[in-house]
């Protein structure tokens, strides 16, 4: 009890030292809000030196919550949300290419598109030599529709 009667301006600076040291280390954007709690403390206890140590906890607790939500809020917006949202589904990818069937696809079937042979789906029969675009995923199966223009036969790279 005798620590808290003697919270003194430095106390609340080295706790904010020790803070950002440890958010270095671990990057985690939660004890940055938490560091400048400290580090505001110790600014007000400069000004006012009498603050007792039950109003300092105080205003630490919420000077924490405070500038956590800030900086959650203004230095981290939309961090949460990757900037690929399709990165590891790679059906999803797939998504408007077009390409040369390179068998006749009669609503049903599998083909190589690219380095992967791919199961395709279809609403209609569909020859070899058309070039389509895939419309749909369904899991893991490319749901395509047939494009006008037939290709030249050999081209069946993935288009975009």
Do not use: C
């Not at 030196?49 to 981290?76: C, E, H, N």
């Not at 992967?116 to 070039?131: C, D, H, M, Q, V």
């Amino acid at each position: 009890m005798e620590l808290f009667n003697t919270l003194q301006a430095w106390h609340w600076f080295v706790l904010a030292v020790l803070l950002i040291v440890l958010e270095v280390t671990t990057t985690t954007g939660f004890v940055l809000g938490i560091a400048f709690a400290a580090l505001a403390l110790a600014g007000l206890l400069w000004l006012v030196p009498a603050l007792s140590w039950d109003w300092q906890l105080l205003v630490f607790g919420v000077l924490s919550v405070v500038m956590t939500i800030a900086y959650r809020s203004y230095f981290k917006p939309g961090k949460d949300a990757p900037d690929t949202p399709v990165l590891n589904d790679r059906a999803a990818q797939m998504l408007g290419k077009l390409f040369v069937l390179g068998v006749d696809l009669d609503r049903a079937g599998a083909d190589m598109i690219g380095d992967t042979r791919w199961t395709l789906r279809s609403a209609e029969r569909i020859g070899k030599g058309t070039r389509v675009r895939v419309v749909g995923v369904e899991g893991m199966v490319l749901v395509v529709e047939a494009e006008s223009w037939t290709g030249v036969p050999g081209d069946r790279g993935a288009r975009s």
